[in-house]
C-alpha cells in the first residue's frame, strides 16, 4: 500500500527538511521525489500545476489529494491531522505558530541565505552575508533568552514550532555560526535529536526519488 504522504523536494533546502523531519517525528512514511532545482525543475509546468509558488517543498496527502505549499503551512497541516506536535490546547497551537511566523520573519530568512552562499549556491557581496549574520545572531539571541529555564518553545513538550525552527538552527554551522555561543539553543537542539523517530537532512533527503521504505 503506498504511503499517505508524497513530499517533493531538494536535498540541500531547509524547508524540505523541516517537512521530512516532522513526518520522521510522527512515524510517518512517505515517499520522496527529487525536485532537480539546479536544472529548475521547480519552474516547469508539472510542478507548478501543483506549487503555485515554484518553490519546495511540496507536500501530497494521497488520502484526499491535496497540494500544500510553504513548509509551516504544512507542518500545521500534518499535526492537525495526526494530532501530533501541535499543541496541548489553542494557547499552545497559537504560540507555537507565533514562533513559526517569527522563524521566516527574522531566523530563516538571514541564516539560509548566508547558508547559500557559504555553499556557493549563490552570490553575494561580503557586506550582505555579514548583514545576514548579524541578523541571524541577534535572532538565535532571542531564542537563547527564551529557552532559559524551559525545555521546549511552548509547553512542555516539542510542537512544530520546535520542529519548525531547529530545521533552521540545524544549518547554522554551514552559515559560519557556532552554535556553542548559544548553549541553551545547543541544549534544545540535542533534546530535539533525542526524539525518537529523529533523523539528520543527509538520512531524509538524497538526491533521487525513493519510495517509503
Known sequence: MPARFELHGFAF???????????????????????????GEHKQPPHLSRQRYGQVPLLVDRNNGRHLCQSAA???????????????????????REWMYWDFDRLAAPLYKARVVKLGFRKAPAEVVEDCLAAARSALG???????GR?????????????????VVAFAGEAGIDLA?????????????????????????????REAA
Not at 151 to 167: M, N
Open 13 to 39: 533546502s531547509g524547508p524540505t527538511y523541516k517537512v521530512a523531519l516532522t513526518l520522521s517525528l510522527m512515524g510517518e512514511p512517505f515517499d520522496y521525489v527529487h525536485v532537480n532545482m539546479m536544472e
Open 74 to 96: 504544512i507542518l500545521e497541516y500534518v499535526a492537525d491531522m495526526t494530532g501530533r506536535f501541535g499543541g496541548a490546547n489553542l494557547d499552545e497551537r497559537l504560540q507555537a
Open 142 to 148: 532571542v531564542l537563547e533568552s527564551h529557552l532559559a
Open 151 to 167: 525545555e521546549w518553545l511552548v509547553g512542555e513538550g516539542a510542537t512544530v514550532a520546535d520542529i519548525d525552527i531547529y530545521g
Open 181 to 209: 555561543e548559544y548553549p541553551q539553543v545547543s541544549a534544545w537542539a540535542k533534546r530535539i535529536e533525542a526524539l525518537p523517530g529523529f533523523k539528520a537532512r543527509a538520512d531524509l533527503l538524497p538526491m533521487e526519488s
